[in-house]
Every structure is written in C-alpha cells, then in structure tokens.
C-alpha cells in the first residue's frame, strides 16, 4: 500500500514540475553590477536564457565570495566561459541509472562546478578503495571549502559553506545547485516529513562507517594513521538502519517551498558539528535522465540557441507603509504599519523620520511627531533568491494640528428670582467646534441635551445648574469639559407696577397736577391687570396713591410674574382707561406710562393736554341708575346733574364732583364737564 501510494505521488508530482518550472529560472545568483571575483573574473552566473524545455546559464566558475588561499594547491582559478544546460522538466530515469562520474556533475547556483565525493585516485590505482576528496584533499580547500582544479575549475565536492547559511535551521534550506538531471540540490535544512509537515531539521545521510571497528580492508590497506576509517568510499555503506532522512543518492522525494505538490531533491550533508558529512552531495547515481552536453571533460559549453529568451526578472521585495491616522492631533500616539511582499522569515525594518533613522522592528508607534514630518522605512529582507535584499518604502507625510483645550460657561440673566418665575441658562463654547454638544444638569441630573440654552420653568431654591460640553473641535484635549454652576436663590415675592399718569382736572401743567392729599401726592388710583381672553376677567387688583408728577408703585404677587396682562386704571372722577395692548410680566419690576403718547390708551382714548402730554378724562363720577359714586364708563347728562345739585348749594371738601381737585365745586368744574358731556366721552376697551 505505502508503495502504491509512493509511486501516485511521484506520477502526480512529474505531472506538476512544468508548472513549477520557472523555480529553475529565479533561483540563480545573477551578476546583475558586472561585479568581479577572483583575479578580477566576472562573477556569479552572467546570464540566463531559456526556451520551453531548457535553462542556460552562464558562468566564470568564479563564485562572488572570497575564495583562496589553497594550501597545496598550485592550480589557479581561471575563467571557464561555461554555459550549462539544465533542463526545465527533470523526469525520474526508469531504465539504466547513470553513474555520477568526475569532474562537474552538476552547478551550484552560483555556477560553480559541483564535483562528487571523489578525488578521482585509488590505492594502487586499483580501482577498488577509491579515495575520498574531503579526507585527501580537504587541507586545500579554503574557507569558503572550495578549491581549483588543474584546469583553473573552481569547485565544491563539499557543502559551499560560504554561498548560504548553513547555521540558519529555522527554516528550510534555499536550492543551492541543480544536478546535471535538472533535480534540485538543497541546502542542509528540511522539513521532517516528506510530505512537508514537521519541524525543519538537518537532512541525515544514511551512509555510516561500515565496520567502526574493522582494522584491515579487503584488497586494501589496514586501518592506520594513514589510512584511517573514512578516507575510502568505500568505507561508508547505505542502510535503511542507520536511522538517515536520504536514500542512497542523498536525496528524496519530498514537498518543499519551492515545489508545493513535491519533487525529487538532492541535500548536501552534515554532520551535528554542521562538518561536511559523507556522501556531501548527490552520489552514485542520477535519480533523473542526465542531458547530453554538461558532462566530461569538454561538457558545458554548450551553445544558446536563438529561440532562447534571456530572463531578466526581477526577485525583489517590497515594502508599503500606512499610518494608524493621518491627520493627527499634536501629541497623539500613531503607528505604522508595513505590508511586505518576499520579506523572508527574519525581516528587519529601518524606520525613518525626515530621511534620519529613529527606530527599529516591526511597526514603528510614536507620539511626538510634528506637521510635516515624513515617515519611510527601508526593509532588509533575508528571502532566497532575492535580486536585491533592500527595499525603500512610500513616504507618509503627517499632517499635525496643535490640540485646543476646549472651555464652556453658562450664565442667566440672574440667580435670584421670584418662585414660579422660569429662567433661561446660556452656554458660551470656547475651541467648541462647529457642533458642540451640551449636557445641561440640575442638582447632578440630566436635564436638557443638545442645544447650547436651557430653560428652568421650575426652579427651586438652592438648585444648581451646570452643564458638559463635548467639543467636536479638531483636537480639542479634552473634549468633554464642564461648566461654572450656579446656585439659584429663589424666594417668593411680588411684582412692582410702575405707573405714571395725568388725570385731567387734576393737570396744572409742566406735567404736574396738584397736589390734593399732601403737597407731593396728589390722589389715590385703582389699577386692574385684566386676562387677554375674551371674557377680559380681573386677575389682580391695586390701589395705591399717585404723585403729583403722576407715578404710582402698585404691588402684585409673584404668580402675576411670566404673564401678560390689560392694565386699567380707574380713578374716583376719571374715565375708566385700559393700555393699547397687553404688557408682559417678564420680570419683578414693569412699567406703563400714560403720558406720553395718545397710542398709550385703547381706542387712544386719552385727553390731549396739548402740551406733549396726555391725560385720563375728567367727569365720570355717576351711574344713571344708581347715582354718585357708581361710574358707568360714559361721561354723560347724570354726571352733568350730579355736578350741577353739587355746585348749587357750594359742596366744600374732598368730593367726586371736585374735578379741578382745589376743594371746592365751583363754576371751573361746571365748564370741564359742560365740555366732555358735550363730546360724550365713554371708555374705550377691547
């Protein structure tokens, strides 16, 4: 069954490699800068071509990295002018397997030669105990665990320790080369189960020492000093049981990052001291068909053919950075944020403010900047395969407003007040907006929202009024605040009626009458606040003296506060006269002059004392029917006669028909009211 399902899993993944193809054309290090490497040789790969099948990549066989010195060593590395041919769709070899012989058996990505585990010598030249090139020749190989050849090809037999990280096990390893099958080498690191699940682990050969006590070799030299366990191929053998990830080519099927469905691999080896551990690389055998033109002496020349594309994408990665919010108040925290694209596993980040380094690491948060500031962040990425490991991000440029410190104050036209009498609070915003919002609170509960006024209908005693605003100012700090309150002091009391008028008789002119009570006061008036309504009913009623200038304070209770009223006057031989309109009880203290204009009185119903003053008419002072004493609101043939039985017999003293107010009815009061009967005067009322 494990078979069966190994065999569809192969099928399914050769069935996807053209899919996957463009792998073997990104994953190349290319020269891009015409830069140089030993003894000033090109290096790296020069250029990329590819048709639909295959890959040609050109080479110096001069790594980018340092290499040399080569103990031993007196070849020198020279230029090789090789153009590989990789074939884009590798295909398992199910015939005859070819042998992996000497010289180049495949490339390191960087076009250097890749060569197996021998030094192409034997003992004695047998044949048999063939001599392994990292124990014989490792002393020459220099840091980097390359060396040349004697035709001038540097190469690796080992692990190119200097093309990747091979400390790096967090992750899996990048391809570093591609066999002459087209089959991919990897680096040490992989996935623990073939089928890419499991932590990353290094790849174990499953070659061991054969015998690690053996002391003699078969047809070959004892184990010795010279010749110790290890030094021969033949050494090592393959099992199954010695515990290893790989098979007997070094390699496996398996899914990677680069071909998610899977493929064939090869890994180079090492040991736990990450020592170069045998096989190294791809050994015996090709898993895959090896293409005619890469191998042998004179392989890899091979020629480009014109319908070949040269490839000149790009791997770059890429950063973009956005802020939390833009604009901000002065003193806000912001972040920003980056979006990456080919960031790797290990992404460093470079912010900057006005193109000065300030911070590192994956956002960058801060709440001192300044309008105008411009934000960037160059990204250092540790991606395989990446053209250029740097990227620059956009610029944000910050638009900063200074905060306002936001203040309101409510105020009324007073804190003391007559009960049932409604007062009306204001607030006055500072740095408020446009659209403040208002909370108006009594005794610390919620009375009235919204509107920038409120209105106490029923205030109380000791209340207290504030209000909270909420500014919707730009960077208002804070944005709610609160208030002055105010204390009210509310008592009940009365409202005063300060009235001023002139009775006609009584006038002596300037705008005086006589004084008839005392010197300064000249007599007692009625006045009435009259309801607006049709029936016109008496609400309140007044009486109290006025001056000889014609003002009077008449005292009404509080609940006449907040209303509107007629004002009547009714004087003891005056006609009866009400205001023009009704006036408004706004406040504790009102007043109404008479005097002043004819429009005073409804109906104008005033005497023009032609001297720019105005006077109440004189003569009313009887009723027909129930005779002195009773007005009935018309100066007419009653009072005539009433005044005429008076003046006959001389009447002296404080009386009604004493129109003139001198103490006598005398012929001056006749001749008044001969002239309002004449002319019929009557009240005047709506």
Known sequence: ??????????????????????????????????????????SNVQSIYYTTTDVYVSATCIPGYSIGPWAGNPNTPVNQNYVYKITRNPAQNTGTATNIGLGHTGVWTNGVSVYNVSDGMSYNNA?????????????????????????????HHVNPSCLYDKTDNTRHSPIIGYAFDGFPIYGAYGYTNTNGTGPIKRMVSSYAITNPSATTRTNGPAVNATYPLGCFMEDYSFSVANGGDLDFRNGRFCITP??????????????????????????????????????????????????????????VPTVSIAASANPICSGNSVSFTPTVTQGGTVTSY???????????????????????????????????????????????????????????????VTSTICSGTSLTFTASPVNGGSSPLYQWKKNGINVGTGLSSYLESAPA???????????NAACAAPAAVSANSITLNVAACSVTLNLKLLI??????????????????????????????????ILYSKSNIISTTGIGSFEFPSASLGGNYYIVVKHRNAMETWSAQPVGFASTSVSYDFTNSLTKAYGNNLCNLNDGYFALWSGDISDASNGLGFQDGVIESQDYSDLENALSVTLLGYNPQDLTGDGVVESSDYSLMEGNVYYTKAVSHP
């Open 461 to 471: 005693n000791n209340d207290v009024v504030t209000c909270q605003m909420v500014s």
């Open 350 to 412: 470079q912010w900057k403010k006005n193109n000065v380094n300030i911070a590192t690491g994956s956002t960058y948060t801060t709440n001192s900047l300044a309008n105008g500031d411009v934000i960037s962040c160059v990204l250092t990425s540790n991606e395989y395969y990446l053209t250029s490991t740097t990227a620059t991000s956009n610029s944000v440029t910050m638009t900063v407003s200074p905060a306002v410190t936001p203040s309101v104050t409510i105020s009324t």
């Open 1 to 42: 069954m494990a078979k069966r399902f190994l065999f569809m899993f192969l099928i399914f993944a050769s069935q996807n490699l053209k899919a996957q193809s463009t792998v073997n054309l990104y994953t190349w290090v290319r020269n891009l800068t015409g830069a140089t490497g030993y003894n000033s040789i090109p």
């Open 127 to 155: 044949g048999v105990w063939n001599r392994n090139a990292y124990f014989w020749e490792g002393g020459s190989f220099d840091n980097c665990l390359g060396h040349p050849a004697p035709n001038g090809e540097y190469h």
């Open 258 to 315: 680069e071909y998610p469905t899977g493929t064939y691999a090869y890994f180079v080896t090492l040991d736990a001291s990450l020592n170069p551990a045998f096989p190294y690389t791809m050994y015996k055998s090709y898993y895959g068909i090896v293409q005619a033109g890469n191998t042998g002496p004179t392989g890899s020349h091979n020629t480009i053919p014109g319908t070949a594309v040269q490839y000149t994408s790009l791997r």
């Open 504 to 537: 006609e008789g009584f006038y002596a002119g300037n705008g005086l009458m006589t004084g008839i009570l005392s010197s300064s006061v000249t007599d007692s008036v009625k006045v009435q606040l009259v309801s607006t309504n049709a029936q016109h009913s």
